[in-house]
């Protein structure tokens, strides 16, 4: 069975969070396929489960952005309008089950996305996440539960890059972030980064895709057993 790609739109963090967590319990019963969730969210700021609020600044309470703490990996950051966000509920298997190698896969499916835009983006040693020198291109945090995953990356595209000053992004001192209309000069067409995504997304997870609608999901109905992990592993 293919993994289903649905697009949210922009859609409320805390309601997206509720909808992850029930389709991850769904996935991890196999009453539904591997899936990937993007979409865009109004600003919000999260605090995962390494951070702090010694990482929020006041600013943020002042432009009346919400905080949440989640149970992702990582630390503080921001999510708001121009950012493709990606969440993967995917069942790993096998030797997917390692997650450091998982976060390099996250990070390699936005690395070739980038590259078909004119961005050489890359990895910086001890770092999680894709960046382009000094500079932070994709967030990306997760967690797993009964070895179906969480969360996933938040990819600058045309996002306002001001709301990170009024944190401290990532934990990180003395880096900074971008966005891919920042390095290009130009806003870019979401459609077409979306599609990059899924495209490398499928190549980098060894997995068939096709587009679904979050109503197309039947969770209370078990994916067939011989056809629930249809998959390739990390061929790259």
């Not at 432009?63 to 990606?86: A, L, S």
Request: hydrophobic share 40%; proline share 6%.
């Amino acid at each position: 069975m293919a993994t289903l790609v649905i697009d949210l739109g922009r859609i409320d963090y805390g309601e997206c969070l509720e909808i992850q967590r029930k389709l991850a319990t769904s996935r991890a019963a196999g009453t539904v396929p591997d899936l990937l969730l993007l979409c865009e969210h109004p600003p919000v700021v999260t605090i995962g489960r390494g951070g702090g609020w010694e990482h929020v600044g006041e600013a943020v309470a002042r432009h009346g952005v919400p905080v949440i703490k989640v149970e992702r990996g990582g630390d503080v950051t921001y999510h708001g309008p121009g950012q493709i966000v990606g969440y993967p509920l995917l069942a790993l298997e096998g030797e997917e089950r390692d997650l450091h190698r998982y976060l390099r896969a996250l990070e390699e499916v936005v690395i070739r996305a980038a590259g078909d835009f004119g961005i050489a983006a890359g990895r910086r040693s001890g770092l999680t996440g894709v960046w382009v020198g000094n500079d932070k291109l994709c967030a990306i945090g997760v967690a797993v539960r009964r070895w179906v995953t969480l969360h996933g990356f938040a990819l600058n595209m045309n996002t306002d890059l001001q709301p990170f000053e009024w944190i401290v992004p990532c934990g990180l001192h003395g880096y900074g972030v971008t966005s891919m209309e920042r390095l290009l000069g130009t806003p870019q067409d979401p459609a077409a980064v979306r599609a990059a995504v899924t495209r490398h997304f499928a190549a980098v997870f060894g997995r068939r895709v096709r587009p679904a609608r979050l109503d197309d999901l039947d969770a209370d109905a078990p994916v067939p057993r011989d056809c629930a992990s249809e998959r390739s592993g990390y061929p790259w």
